[in-house]
């Protein structure tokens, strides 16, 4: 293995990171000052000009769809950059530094992971009327699979009812955590429910789009995460009531729900994984410039050994985390998802525990500072810490990871699929 970055994914890096320095860094004061005065105008759910603003620029500079790999980009005929897993990796780091800036180059979840699913799955009709739209960025999208009802760690679980009726699907099930359906250019969402409950187990599901605006779509309410409630982007839970759609818009086939969901969780898994790291990076630089500014009991905070051993314990974490993330990236480069499922599960594992430990340590540091929004690392922690439910909780992570290892050694194994889960 040679972890090496190739010489295209450093040209990009040099040229994101330039971007990041020239216009990312300096609209976070006026990305959070657009949010404070939509908060008092009443527009909380109201796209932001300071992301709309950096988009053009975005794509001047030739840093749109980065994420869009290979096979999705031939399936498509769009065509982003043309990355592998491994090359993307260190881009998304990048991006991840700062928590909405994946938007800003049409790299940001779940409109990743749903248009990879559009590219490889959806017939002709659909790439037309939704991949494109989402690659040029004109609508946003969700992906409709958790529910309240439920425990979605288990996403056999899953309830919502998709019955054919003649030319049509009716749909039937409450969704909770659908992740960007807040956003008022939301257009269409990736929904996942029961098609045949008397099949095997992991055939009953199936996915199919939805249009944001069918007839029988509730959102109930927008969901905080610890006091935040993402807008405009939001985590909303939404009722499905007698929705109907074509029978066209089922993706791959009746049943092959669990089978899409490989497809797509596999790369969102590096993704936000890598984010995750960019964002731990970030909180220990915040940290060590911090403690070498700030003076207490007549030394600076960083000369307080505390200080020293959390600033290296945390310097050995984010790189090992990197480390395993990118050998995970080659692995499914070489052998696709099902190659790499042991080292998908423990980024998934490692990350977010990761960045929460480095980011907890950084607000300490930073003392009252870290916990208010004058410093990115209270709205950072709550990111972090709700990917270690998003795509699924540790429990069942670690749950895969040692049956893998305790299958090395049993006299007959069985086979261990990577989890689709998606926690709450």
Not at 98 to 124: H, K, Q
Not at 271 to 287: K, Y
Not at 332 to 352: L, S, Y
Request: aromatic share 8%; net charge neutral; charged share 25%.
């Amino acid at each position: 293995m040679d972890f090496d970055y190739s010489p295209k994914t450093k040209e990009l890096q040099a040229r994101l990171q330039k971007f990041m320095d020239e216009h990312i860094y300096p609209s976070e004061a006026a990305y959070h000052a657009e949010i404070t005065a939509n908060t008092a105008a009443g527009k909380r759910w109201t796209p932001l000009q300071t992301i709309e603003n950096l988009k053009p620029k975005a794509q001047a500079a030739g840093l749109w769809n980065l994420f869009l790999p290979v096979d999705s980009a031939e399936a498509s005929g769009y065509h982003g950059a043309g990355l592998t897993n491994q090359e993307y990796a260190p881009l998304a780091e990048i991006m991840g530094r700062v928590l909405w800036s994946s938007e800003v180059f049409n790299c940001s979840a779940p409109d990743t992971g749903n248009m990879e699913t559009i590219a490889r799955y959806g017939s002709e009709e659909n790439k037309a009327r939704w991949l494109k739209p989402l690659l040029e960025g004109k609508i946003r999208s969700a992906f409709a699979m958790t529910e309240p009802d439920v425990a979605s760690s288990d996403a056999t679980n899953i309830a919502t009812r998709i019955e054919r009726q003649g030319d049509e699907y009716v749909i039937n099930g409450r969704k909770w955590w659908i992740s960007g359906a807040g956003d008022p250019r939301c257009a269409i969402y990736i929904t996942m429910g029961k098609t045949d409950p008397e099949a095997p187990r992991h055939s009953q599901q199936s996915m199919v789009l939805v249009p944001a605006d069918t007839k029988g779509i509730t959102v109930v309410r927008p969901l905080n995460v610890f006091g935040y409630d993402d807008a405009p982007h939001g985590h909303m839970e939404i009722l499905f009531e007698n929705v109907r759609v074509p029978v066209s818009n089922i993706l791959l086939g009746e049943g092959r729900g669990f089978e899409i969901a490989q497809g797509r969780l596999g790369p969102g898994r590096i993704h936000h994984c890598m984010r995750l790291i960019g964002l731990a990076e970030r909180a220990l630089e915040l940290m060590c410039k911090r403690a070498s500014s700030r003076i207490a009991f007549g030394k600076p905070v960083a000369a307080q050994t505390v200080t020293q051993e959390r600033i290296a314990e945390a310097r050995c974490k984010i790189d090992m985390a990197r480390l395993l993330t990118l050998k995970a990236a080659w692995m499914m480069d070489m052998g696709g998802n099902k190659f790499a499922k042991n080292e998908i599960a423990m980024i998934k594992v490692v990350a977010p525990s990761m960045a929460c430990e480095v980011i907890d340590w950084a607000m300490q540091v930073h003392g009252g500072g870290g916990m208010c929004d004058d410093f990115p690392l209270a709205y950072s922690y709550t990111a972090a810490r709700t990917l270690r439910f998003a795509d699924g909780p540790d429990e069942v992570h670690r749950n895969a990871i040692a049956k893998l290892e305790l299958g090395k050694y049993a006299v007959n194994p069985k086979p261990v699929e990577m989890p689709i889960t998606r926690g709450c």
